[in-house]
Every structure is written in structure tokens, then in C-alpha cells.
């Protein structure tokens, strides 16, 4: 089974290439985006305080989180090539819970790094808020956001880096450039 953890910065392009990987690799994805984003339109209380925090560019509390991926996890199919985790973990507390929950799994993952230049992060996000309308892809939002990414998200580079498990990836480039690189990395693992 092959497990990738899909990191970045906002905008880094982690839900297109997610696409890409998914389309090739036959892998499930699990945006944690995706997945708040859907709690949040639910309307239910967990939502009304996940859009508190989202809203103003914080982070989902760990507990939150990982009752999400452990459901997730769970609920796998037992033929299931593996999994894309786009946006998780977020902080090395979070890649230490992920390591011992793929475990109880018998799971391992790798971590692909999007690495993409800040002013072209903050172009494509205030490009992509011009089409989807998201209210956290505005100028102050998205410096913050890049600002937590680099305090708290950043780290686990290091922690995957440490564990043999951290493949970066130059997401300056070309969709369809980085997509090569990425393939490149997946093939290799899956050989």
C-alpha cells in the first residue's frame, strides 16, 4: 500500500496534483479541506467552530483532526491501493499521532513536499479567490495562512526528513512539470 502525505504551503498546488495522483495511481484522497469545508456547509455546532478558525487562517485543533483521519483510516477498503493525505498532518505533534495511527494499521507513508517561492504562492491565491470565491484567499488571510504554515506546518519537513521518509518536489514549475516529478518519486517507491 502506498501512503503519501501530500504537504505545502497554501497554494502550493496540493488538491491539483492530489488529482493527477489519484487519476494514475488509483489512490483514495482525503482533502482535510475538503472534508472541514463540508463540516462547515453541515451547518452543525464542530462546523461553526471550524469556520471560527479557518476564517480567520488557524489551524484545526489536533484532537479534531485526527478523529477525522482515524475514521478515515478505518473505513478504507481492504483492496484499497492506498491514500493521499492533502493537508495533514500540519505540525509535528500531528506527524508524530499519524506515524503511531499508521502503525496500528501496519501502514507506513511518505511525505512529498511541494516547495513553491512565497510571491508566486501569494499570486496563485489571490488568482484561484477571484474564481472560487473563497473568503480565506484574500491578501491579509493568505499572508497569515503562508505565516502559520512556515511556524507550525514547516517543522514536519524536518520530522519526515529525520524518519527517511520526506521526497521535496520544486513546485515553481508547470502543472504538468511537477506531476513528472512526483511520478518520478512514486514509481520508484512502488518498484
Known amino acids: 500500500m502506498l501512503n503519501i502525505i501530500l504537504c ?6 496540493k488538491g491539483t496534483q492530489s488529482g493527477f495522483i489519484t487519476e494514475k495511481y488509483g489512490l ?7 472534508v472541514l469545508r463540508a463540516e462547515i456547509a453541515s451547518g452543525s455546532e464542530l462546523g461553526k467552530k471550524i469556520d471560527a478558525l479557518i476564517s480567520q487562517g488557524n489551524l484545526v485543533p489536533d484532537e479534531m483532526m485526527y478523529g477525522v483521519i482515524e475514521n478515515y483510516l478505518s473505513s478504507l ?4 491501493k492506498g491514500v493521499i493525505l492533502d493537508g495533514y498532518p500540519r ?10 495511527l499508521l502503525k496500528k494499521y501496519q501502514m507506513d507513508a511518505i511525505m512529498i513536499d511541494l516547495l513553491v ?9 489571490i488568482e484561484r479567490g477571484k474564481v472560487s470565491g473563497r473568503a480565506d484567499d484574500n491578501l491579509n488571510t493568505i499572508r497569515h495562512r503562508i505565516a502559520v504554515y512556515h511556524n507550525q506546518t514547516e517543522p514536519i519537513a524536518l520530522y519526515y526528513l529525520h524518519h527517511g521518509n520526506y521526497c521535496p518536489v520544486n ?21
Open 171 to 191: 513546485g515553481n514549475h508547470a502543472v504538468e512539470d511537477v506531476f513528472l516529478q512526483i511520478e518520478r518519486i512514486l514509481d520508484s517507491h512502488i518498484k
Open 91 to 100: 505540525t509535528v505533534s500531528q506527524a508524530e499521532s499519524l506515524t503511531e
Open 8 to 13: 505545502g504551503a497554501p497554494g502550493s498546488g
Open 28 to 34: 483514495q484522497h482525503l482533502s482535510t479541506g475538503d
Open 77 to 80: 477498503p481492504k483492496d484499497s
Open 117 to 125: 517561492d512565497e510571491q508566486l504562492l501569494i499570486q496563485r491565491l
